[in-house]
């Protein structure tokens, strides 16, 4: 068996015309889309998204402005620029790169972002709402994850969805979206005994652990559906996944490479999540 290679630069592209209907109809009642991105220091990585993201916004017609700002900038200044970004009118999303100095308290700066202006997903009310089923923001990566799963007809009602990492970006949100949906799910960590005998059961598994080919052809069952969020630099300059690419897509049915899989959807989703966001201020319904 060799895997079906889960294009994600191609769903992102189909995603993306879907949501450019939706944001012309509201620049044609004279409403453009607005998302606003902070980014703190001079991390390659993190310069790469963002320019990314602005190239997205760019391709389906909103609205876009860049704060590039000092390592050194002080946690004050940093959330004065937030509490005026969530007063204006002309931005409807605001996102905070991460990671942020050591200097500065993540989740205060992610409290501080409007809740209706949390296109990241990350305010405490976005992950409440989430939780209960009522998410208006869902966490870009995850959504991404699921409109690919759906772009290729993989069922997940009464699958078992094994996630391996916990974290608040994609691990645990993956988990409750999965669970939405009817899956029977399992969360592991890196540190979670006997990883393969978890991993193994998975009809879809989720990897989002930042170790660079750490699940290898002996964790997956076969004919399972992976999903690979990892993104990790060797020293040669490859970018690699969490998964043994090579290795796994003989196990597989459905895979995703890296690059090229999950990340252009994380990007489209957070459009996707700047559009909402423009709709829900304005009062127009998608369909009005």
């Known amino acids: 068996m060799t895997a079906k290679i889960i294009d ?27 998302l606003a991105v902070i980014i703190i220091g001079d991390n390659p990585a993190s310069k790469l998204y963002v320019n990314n993201k602005i190239k997205a916004c760019h391709e389906v017609g909103l609205h876009s402005e860049v704060h590039d700002l000092p390592n ?3 946690a004050e200044a940093l959330l004065d620029l937030i509490e005026k970004l969530n007063e204006l009118k002309t931005i409807n999303g ?33 992950v409440g709402a989430l939780m209960t089923g009522n998410a208006v923001f869902p966490p870009c990566t995850p959504f991404g ?22 974290s608040n970006i994609v691990g645990k949100p993956m988990a409750i979206m999965l669970l939405q949906e009817d899956a029977t799910v399992t969360v592991c960590t890196s540190k979670t ?38 993104i990790n630099k060797l020293e040669s300059g490859k970018l690699v996944g ?23 959807m994380t990007i489209t989703m957070l459009v996707a999540n700047t559009v909402i966001a423009a709709e829900r201020d304005s009062g127009y319904a998608p369909d009005d």
Do not use: C
């Open 145 to 166: 994850v699921m409109r690919m799963l759906a772009y290729y007809n993989v069922p997940i009602a009464g699958q078992h969805a094994v996630i391996v990492g916990r």
């Open 193 to 230: 005994k006997d990883l393969e005998k978890h991993t193994a059961n998975a009809d879809i598994l989720v990897v989002a652990t930042g170790r660079p080919a750490m699940i290898k052809a002996a964790h997956v069952k076969p004919g399972a559906v992976v999903i690979d969020v990892g």
């Open 94 to 126: 605001i996102l905070v790169q991460l990671p942020l100095p050591d200097h500065i308290d993540d989740s205060k700066v992610l409290g501080t972002i409007k809740k209706d202006k949390d296109v990241d997903g990350f305010h405490l009310y976005n």
């Open 72 to 74: 050194d900038i002080s």
């Open 8 to 34: 994600g630069k191609k769903v992102s592209g189909i995603v993306r015309e879907e949501w450019k209907v939706r944001a012309d109809r509201l620049k044609k009642k004279g409403i453009l889309p607005g």
């Open 242 to 264: 969490d998964v043994d690419f090579e290795g796994v897509k003989d196990v597989a049915s459905l895979i995703t490479p890296v690059p090229g899989g999950v990340g252009p």
